[in-house]
């Protein structure tokens, strides 16, 4: 499964150490940036994130700025994006088994690397329900999206 991750300059840290974790549970992680630590705009960094998961060319995206929000208010503009801003493990899981998230965004300057980890392992792990209320609901979600 291969998995793009960006970040904007407060997300620096944190993306090297859930690369290299995601790589070592055997992932194939895409590394878009930014590498640097100089001030920068995380919505460049959602969008092209975002357009290789809606465009297929991955299967899911990790997303990273100060609190996780902007970067996922960008990517979640892009059509197909589900992403969700998770600071802890039971909606990581969620987002995925009800909402078919397929980014989650993180706040480098809310959670830790430690916990990080084993929030983006709960999404990496849950699969998605399928069908009956939680596809109907999607359904609508991109029905908005149609409308816009
Ligand atoms: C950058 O200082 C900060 O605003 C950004 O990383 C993010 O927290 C925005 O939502």
Do not use: W
């Not at 430690?114 to 999607?138: P, T, Y």
Request: aromatic residues 4%.
């Amino acid at each position: 499964m291969k998995i793009v991750i960006a970040n904007d300059h407060a997300g620096v840290e944190l993306k090297k150490e859930l690369k290299d974790y995601m790589e070592g549970l055997g992932y194939e992680v895409i590394n878009i940036g930014t590498d640097s630590t100089e001030s920068c705009h995380y919505p460049e960094f959602g969008k092209k994130a975002a357009e290789m998961v809606a465009s297929h060319v991955v299967d899911l995206g990790v997303l990273i700025c100060g609190t996780g929000v902007g970067i996922s208010l960008a990517a979640n503009k892009v059509k197909g994006i589900r992403c969700g801003v998770c600071s802890e493990t039971t909606t990581a899981r969620l987002i995925r088994q009800h909402n078919n998230a397929n980014m989650i965004a993180f706040g480098a300057r809310i959670v830790g690397p430690e916990l990080a980890k084993d929030i983006v392992k709960s999404f990496l792990d849950a699969e998605f329900e399928g069908g009956g209320r939680h596809q109907q609901r999607i359904d609508m979600i991109s029905a908005i999206e149609n409308e816009q």
